[in-house]
């Protein structure tokens, strides 16, 4: 899906409730008559075999009978149904990230062993594109831009970051009220098992990247009975929702940013950044003090140091983003309006309706979660200690969201998520992570305890299985996936070779948010 460069750039930047079917029950919920999907966006290579249904599920699981909403649901079926063991149901992260075209992806990136075991699913979750999307009515995501992600002023005023939030968050309410206060993971994560009941199985398989580790988590929390296995892929720290996860950016992006530097200054002939890693640093700073002071205007947006800190931020996911990065970095260092912001524009998803769709949910998830502090001297003073420790980030990762002045109070407290339940969940984990750091996912590992094993890669970048993966931590994942058999003990293991493509095509998608994959 295509969206404008504004989206592109909002991209660059992620005691609970009974559940209403009780443990060991079957959801009544009608099964899925299969049909075409949602019209794909041009180029997005969508399997012509992959079918969409939509379901009707409870808005409130405390009133399962009250209103419902539409979550719209996909599938690639095995082409082998005499070796099928179950389906594997995936989420791309986000939040409000599509997962609608996410059997297309997995059938393009995972091996032929996995593909004949597993019908392949995919969901917009609820809140997202087709599933009864929300808004908080950003007509012009071109406008807010360096806000949406809240990168303060060059001096580090916060002030515009709180004006922000507050008519944000009032505007959220006024547009999507009756919505937000139930877009939660947990309720998503209700979702996925009404989802399995009305594909009539027992018990789900899942890969989770990004945002979608903690998802998977929460949903092998709550229903660890109906949990088959399951991949959290670059996780999330659920100790540390939503602030301390967005917090981490700042240290995990300082680890990964070498890696960027160090490949730029080896191709100087190129590129011209520096001819050493510090030297490249040096210009890095340069050019967002000169785009703080002289902003570049191009037809698509006004291109402040804070949208080039946020570009950069978001094309460290990838190692084939540096050639891309660099040319960007390059003609801006030049002054001029960089042509390479074309080919950022043509590999970013399509227009949404409503336009801010996906920021309207990572918004719902990030303040209905969780309550976050309103002290907001608080987040000015984090944003200074940040601007000083990790200044490539520039104090966003400390600031203010419009949690702060989120109109409700989350439902019911986030999931606990524990070692009570099987042992069969694998952790994977690139070493330098730009999005969530490695400490992030040792995290998740140490409260999912001896349900978990985890394995790190020595790679930089967001997402490992099937999108960048070495033999070994890909030889791990599909070995779970089609035998069962978890590693004994946690493993470290190489990263990848040039030659270790896990998808086909060499241009990654920009991701549909800080915490996705794609």
């Known amino acids: 899906m295509r969206r404008s460069l504004a989206l592109v750039t909002v991209a660059v930047f992620a005691a609970t409730l009974t559940p209403a079917t009780p443990a060991g029950a079957t959801a009544a919920t009608a099964g899925p008559v299969w049909g075409t999907c949602p019209p794909p966006a041009e180029g997005s290579g969508r399997d012509a075999r992959q079918q969409c249904a939509t379901l009707r599920l409870p808005l409130d699981y405390r009133h399962p ?20 063991r179950g389906i594997l149901l995936s989420n791309p992260g986000g939040p409000g990230g599509s997962g609608l075209d996410m059997p297309s992806f997995l059938a393009a990136a995972l091996p032929a062993e996995v593909l004949t075991r597993y019908d392949l699913i995919g969901f917009d979750p609820r809140g997202v594109g087709a599933s009864t999307p929300i808004t908080c009515g950003i007509t012009d995501p071109v406008a807010v831009t360096d806000l949406i992600l809240p990168y303060p002023a060059p001096d580090g005023s916060i002030a515009r970051n709180i004006e922000f939030a507050r008519t944000t968050a009032r505007d959220c309410a006024a547009h999507s009220g009756e919505l937000l206060p139930h877009i939660t993971t947990a309720n998503t994560a209700r979702d996925m098992d009404r989802i399995r009941a009305a594909l009539g199985e027992p018990k789900l398989s899942y890969l989770g990247y990004s945002y979608g580790s903690y998802l998977g988590a929460v949903y092998t929390s709550l229903f660890p009975g109906r949990s088959d296995r399951i991949i959290l892929d670059s996780a999330v720290d659920p100790t540390q929702i939503w602030h301390g996860i967005w917090r981490q950016f700042g240290p995990s992006t300082a680890v990964r940013f070498p890696d960027f530097t160090a490949w730029a200054a080896a191709r100087n002939d190129g590129y011209a950044l520096g001819t050493t890693p510090a030297a490249v640093t040096r210009t890095y700073y340069a ?8 902003p570049v205007v191009t037809p698509e947006l006004v291109l402040t140091g804070n949208v080039y800190r946020a570009i950069t931020r978001a094309l460290l996911y990838d190692d084939r983003n540096f050639p891309l990065l660099a040319t960007i970095w390059q003609e801006l260092a030049q002054a001029t309006p960089p042509a390479a912001l074309a080919a950022l524009r043509r590999r970013a998803a399509a227009a949404q309706a409503p336009a801010d769709n996906s920021i309207a949910v990572l918004y719902a998830i990030a303040c209905g979660d969780v309550a976050w502090s309103r002290d907001v001297d608080r987040y000015a003073r984090d944003v200074a200690v940040d601007r000083r420790l990790f200044p490539i980030t520039a104090g ?8 702060v002045f989120w109109p409700n109070r989350p439902l019911e407290p986030p999931v606990a998520v524990t070692g009570k339940g099987p042992r069969n969940v694998l952790i994977l984990q690139n070493l330098r992570d730009p999005a969530t750091g490695w400490r992030s996912a040792f995290g998740l590992r140490r409260a999912l305890d001896r349900r978990a094993a985890m394995v790190t890669q020595d790679a930089g970048g967001h997402g490992v299985y099937g999108i960048r993966s070495g033999p070994c931590a890909a030889d791990i994942a599909t070995a779970f996936l089609t035998t069962g058999t978890l590693p004994d003990r946690d493993r470290f293991c190489p990263g990848p070779s040039p030659d270790d493509v896990g998808i086909a095509s060499l241009a990654p998608p920009i991701p549909s948010g800080p915490l996705a994959v794609r």
Not at 65 to 84: C, F, K, M, Y
Not at 287 to 294: C, G, H, N, Q, V
Not at 396 to 403: E, G, H, T
Request: glycine content about 6%; some cysteine.
């Open 65 to 84: 009978h009250g209103r419902q909403i539409d979550v719209t649901i996909s599938r690639i079926a095995t082409a082998e149904p005499g070796l099928r």
């Open 287 to 294: 050019t967002a003090a000169k785009l703080d002071r002289e």
């Open 396 to 403: 966003m990762p400390a600031n203010l969201w419009p949690c």
